[in-house]
Every structure is written in C-alpha cells, then in structure tokens.
C-alpha cells in the first residue's frame, strides 16, 4: 500500500514535469493557466488530470460543486 502511494505521487510529479515543459494552457480555452488562479487544491488536482483552467473549471462543472 505504501509503496503503491509512493509510485502514484511520483508519477504525478513527472506529470507536473512534463506539463511544465510543454507549457500550461488550457484544452478548452487556449488560455496560459497559471496555478495560483485556482481557488484550492481541489481545481489544482482537476486540473493536473484535464489541464482544464479555473475558468473553465467552472464552466464545465457549472456550480453544482460547492467548494
Ligand atoms: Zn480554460
């Protein structure tokens, strides 16, 4: 179990890496996405899965998640 964690977390590290690199704009909006735009770590993590920007974030999920 702990080890499973370990090689989660580093695998998203490289992930983290790679966006990085190929420089962070959003699927839907093109737009640059800056990590400190987002409200929580909540849109950070939806964001490192879909690259989707807190714009977007919300107007995808409308506001039906009330963080
Ligand atoms: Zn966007």
Not at 15 to 35: I, N, S, Y
Not at 42 to 64: A, H
């Amino acid at each position: 179990m702990k080890m499973e964690k370990k090689s989660f977390l580093k695998s998203l590290r490289l992930r983290r890496k790679v966006r990085m690199v190929e420089e962070c704009t959003c699927p839907l909006c093109a737009e640059k996405v800056d990590k400190n735009e987002f409200r929580n770590e909540v849109f950070i993590k939806e964001f490192e899965s879909s690259g989707l920007c807190q714009g977007c974030q919300d107007t995808v999920f409308g506001y039906k998640v009330a963080w």
